[in-house]
């Protein structure tokens, strides 16, 4: 058995799961599209359930290492408690993900998994939520607390972060519709700085707006 079989299978478990979806994908598929026999995911996994789990927990610690000197700082930032810091951290952190999302530096079909698991979960939803989500939804609420001078509280700040998040998951799901609409020919470095200049309107618009 080849040393990398475990990465190979979950590797073809995300091709599988992102064109399929978790109920529509199975392991018989997976391994046959890894080449590998179809023993190893129980072996290696415990089975469908299980490689469906590691690639979500696979999702969140790629993410949170893209990020994780950004994500470092964010205390230091709230510590200081200067707003227009934490204003100019905020659309730093927004930008991020939006690369992220909108950019090739994960794969699509990972990016594909995390949106169909966010706008339908399953009994899994907590991996991506405890792990990454939620942990960034905070940080983005306090973020524009300290930004507004408290204009906006932690509580409200919970609200006004769905509709960033929304956004973003919005440019990466429907790029396509986008695309057109636009007429680009695709997400290039152009087209990813108007999208980054809209959200950070948006965080500059929330912020002043904030009551």
Not at 2 to 27: I, P, R, V
Not at 46 to 53: A, D, F, H, L, R
Not at 138 to 166: H, N, V, W
Request: hydrophobic share 40%; proline share 2%; charged share 25%.
């Amino acid at each position: 058995m080849k040393k990398d079989s475990k990465s190979e299978l979950l590797y073809s478990a995300f091709c599988e799961f992102a064109k399929n979806g978790f109920f529509g994908a199975t392991t018989r598929d997976i391994a046959k599209r890894a080449g590998i026999n179809i023993s190893s995911i129980l072996y290696y996994f415990g089975g469908k359930k299980g490689i469906y789990t590691a690639a979500l927990e696979n999702i969140v610690e790629t993410v949170k290492a893209m990020c994780s000197d950004v994500l470092s700082r964010c205390q230091i930032v709230l510590d200081r408690g200067d707003p227009q810091e934490a204003r100019a951290f905020l659309k730093e952190l927004v930008q991020r993900f939006l690369l992220i999302l909108c950019g090739e530096n994960i794969s699509q079909d990972m990016k594909t998994v995390f949106l169909s698991e966010y706008s339908k979960p399953t009994e899994d939803f907590n991996i991506l939520y405890d792990g990454l989500i939620l942990p960034v939804h905070k940080m983005m609420a306090m973020l524009l607390s300290q930004a507004s001078e408290g204009r906006i509280d932690i509580q409200d700040g919970y609200l006004y972060t769905f509709p960033l998040f929304a956004q973003m998951f919005v440019f990466a799901s429907r790029q396509d519709t986008i695309c057109s609409f636009m007429e680009w020919n695709g997400y290039g470095e152009a087209e990813k700085q108007k999208l980054i200049k809209y959200m950070i309107n948006q965080i500059d618009f929330q912020i002043d707006c904030g009551k």
